[in-house]
């Protein structure tokens, strides 16, 4: 389980035509960005890592905001290790005499059903 933060508009530090120009740019539409700071302390971002948090709320300080960041809850992390793959040796492979398919060593080719035992009897009778 992996903590998840928010970033939170408190408002705005600089006048307001620079500020709004300077979200604009990163992607905040003037009558939203209204709405945001009428309605602060507003929520601008929600459910991301500490490092997202930290970058986009350095960001809207950069463009004049008044921000601050909050433990959002947590959020399940997946598990993306997978299992180990098992490497066999080329001594567990054989390539079918009739098809020419290569696979793991069985009784019969998968691919056109030659019977490799047959295979087998008639290389020890030939000696």
Do not use: W
């Amino acid at each position: 389980m992996t903590k998840t933060y928010r970033v939170v508009l408190l408002g705005r530090a600089q006048e307001k035509p620079d500020f709004e120009e300077k979200m604009e740019k990163l992607g905040f539409s003037p009558a939203h960005l209204q709405d945001l700071i009428a309605d602060a302390p507003s929520a601008l971002k929600k459910g991301v890592p500490l490092g997202e948090a930290r970058e986009y709320a350095e960001a809207v300080q950069t463009a004049g905001g008044k921000v601050n960041i909050q433990e959002d809850g947590v959020s399940q992390e997946f598990d993306r290790a997978r299992p180990p793959i098992e490497i066999r040796s080329l001594k567990d492979f054989t390539m079918c005499p009739v098809c020419g398919h290569r696979q793991i060593k069985a009784e019969a080719c998968v691919k056109c059903g030659f019977l490799f035992f047959f295979e087998k009897k008639r290389k020890r009778s030939a000696r």
